[in-house]
Nanobody, 123 residues
Framework: QVQLAESGGGSVQAGGSLRLSCAAS????????VGWFRQAPGKEREFVAT????????YYPDSVKGRFTISRDNAKNTVYLQMNSLKPEDTAVYYC????????????????WGQGTQVTVSS
């Protein structure tokens, strides 16, 4: 059984930093692409970052590029999302996703999801 567990969310002031972790069981991260998404109240789930399994290429939307960094530790079967220079508009529930087939940009491309972790950024 595949399980993804996010951690590291919390409340922070604008300009601060947080590091989210996504630990997997039942699924080797070393062989799959992994993504991070977020969803704010009343909004659709939004792509935040992804890292490929083959060459660790990373992709980000313009809204977080230069501020967020996705990385992986295959030995720990864990993917991280380092978030710097946080803004109030980054407030959302952040989800880890894996088992991608298709475009990394769309939530429907991912088979497995974590339960989410809340990130709140105050101004």
């Amino acid at each position: 059984q595949v399980q993804l567990a996010e951690s590291g969310g919390g409340s922070v002031q604008a300009g601060g930093s947080l590091r989210l972790s996504c630990a997997a069981s039942g699924l080797p991260f070393s062989t799959i692409g992994v993504g991070w998404f977020r969803q704010a109240p009343g909004k659709e789930r939004e792509f935040v970052a992804t890292i490929s399994w083959s060459d660790s290429n990373t992709y980000y939307p313009d809204s977080v590029k230069g501020r967020f960094t996705i990385s992986r530790d295959n030995a720990k079967n864990t993917v991280y999302l380092q978030m710097n220079s946080l803004k109030p508009e980054d407030t959302a529930v952040y989800y880890c996703a894996a088992g991608r087939i298709g475009s990394y940009y769309y939530p429907a491309s991912y088979k497995y999801w974590g339960q989410g972790t809340q990130v709140t950024v105050s101004s």
